[in-house]
Nanobody, 126 residues
Framework: QVQLVESGGGLVQAGGSLRLSCAAS????????MGWFRQTPGKEREFVAA????????YYVNSVMGRFTISRDNAKNTLYLQMNSLKPEDTAVYYC???????????????????WGQGTQVTVSS
């Protein structure tokens, strides 16, 4: 089973940038699509971005398109989320997760992912 650990969150001013990382243990990281989600208190977990197993395809929720970039380095077993032009509404706990086998690589439903990390807090001040 793959274990995922997110890092890179923090406090940043609006307009700033952060780069999140998601380190994976295990030898199967490169076999599956990966996704980033975020969640704020009292709200459902929201899809942010997905990437195919080899990184050739990416998909974003409209609210982050053009500002966030998802990428992966399978040799390093690491997933990334580069976040630029951050807005206060981007404030959330960010999670990475592994796509379930057989599911569409760009599926936006949390139930289509497994092996969730513990999350990393991103706070954007206005």
């Amino acid at each position: 089973q793959v274990q995922l650990v997110e890092s890179g969150g923090g406090l940043v001013q609006a307009g700033g940038s952060l780069r999140l990382s998601c380190a994976a243990s295990g030898r199967t990281f490169g076999n599956y699509a990966m996704g980033w989600f975020r969640q704020t208190p009292g709200k459902e977990r929201e899809f942010v971005a997905a990437i195919s197993w080899n990184g050739s395809r990416t998909y974003y929720v409209n609210s982050v398109m053009g500002r966030f970039t998802i990428s992966r380095d399978n040799a390093k077993n690491t997933l990334y989320l580069q976040m630029n032009s951050l807005k206060p509404e981007d404030t959330a706990v960010y999670y990475c997760a592994q796509g379930r086998p057989g599911r569409n690589w760009a599926n936006q439903q949390p139930t289509s992912y497994e092996n969730w990390g513990q999350g990393t807090q991103v706070t954007v001040s206005s």
